[in-house]
């Protein structure tokens, strides 16, 4: 399991139209999250994307979740491998 208070968790939030133009409700918006996890001690990146797409803000935030688990468990693998090498 990973320290939390090694790890640095970057978010880079995308949208497009939506709420912004006139006459245009939210729903039309397109959005996207990045996300970068990063080991201070070891220095391992991993990141993903939740793509592009229509989402309401609970189904972001699901994505965005589903995203980190995936991460997390690619970064312990990652770390792990390079313990290996040692």
Do not use: C, F, P, W
Not at 12 to 24: I, N, V
Not at 25 to 30: K, M, N
Not at 59 to 74: C, D, G, H, P, T
């Amino acid at each position: 399991m990973l320290d939390r208070s090694e790890l640095n968790v970057i978010y880079e939030s995308s949208s497009s139209g939506g709420s912004a133009k006139a006459r245009k409700s939210r729903h039309s918006a397109i959005t996207s999250t990045k996300i970068s996890i990063t080991h201070s001690r070891t220095g391992i990146t991993v990141s993903g994307e939740v793509e592009r797409g229509h989402y309401t803000r609970k189904q972001m935030q699901l994505a965005v979740a589903k995203i980190e688990v995936e991460l997390l468990k690619k970064l312990e693998r990652a770390i792990s491998t390079k313990n290996k090498r040692k």
